[in-house]
Each structure stands twice: as C-alpha cells, then as structure tokens.
C-alpha cells in the first residue's frame, strides 16, 4: 500500500470534520440545480424500455462514481497547493524579517 503522506492525512482530517462544509448561497443554487437534473434523468430513465433502462443506469452509475472520484481528488490537490503555497509565504515573510 501506498503510504500517505502528511498532507493527505490533514485534508482528510479536515474533511471528516467537515471544514470544507460552506454555507454559500452559490453552493444552494448549484445543489438545487444538481437535484433538478438528477430528477429529470430519473424521468428520462423511466420512459426508455427495461432493458435499455438498466443499461444507461449502469453507465450513469459508472460516470457518477467516477466524477465524485475525480472532484474528491481535485479537492486534495487543490488543498495540497494551498497548504504548500501557504508554507512558502510563510518562509518568505520570516526570511524578509
């Protein structure tokens, strides 16, 4: 196994504390407009013959799981970045001292 490293453990501290949890009234809209879409996927799927209906809600299962995967390790990276570029403003303001 792959070991992790400190980064990694923080963000995911982080995360099972819900500090990237935000009320944002912009985050509101974007979920409302999510749930919209998936209801009319779930119309869609209704109206398509049995057979076909499984096999579009297999593919959609698919592009579902692999999207979360991607955000999830988006949002790592991009708190990776953060973390490092917050170190090095750091040590570029205690090295001007």
């Keep these: 196994m792959q070991e992790r490293n400190l980064i990694e453990q923080l963000f995911e501290k982080r995360d099972m504390d819900e500090y990237f949890d935000f009320n944002n009234e912009e985050l509101k809209k974007l979920s409302k407009i999510m749930e919209a879409t998936e209801n009319k996927i779930s119309n869609l799927l209704k109206r398509v013959h049995p057979k ?13 799981q692999k999207s979360f995967r991607y955000y999830e390790k988006e ?21 001007k001292k």
């Design 75 to 95: 949002r790592g990276l991009v708190y990776e970045s953060g973390f490092i570029d917050g170190i090095n403003l750091m040590l570029l303001v205690m090295g």
């Design 52 to 64: 076909t209906r499984r096999k579009i809600g297999y593919q959609f299962d698919k592009y579902q």
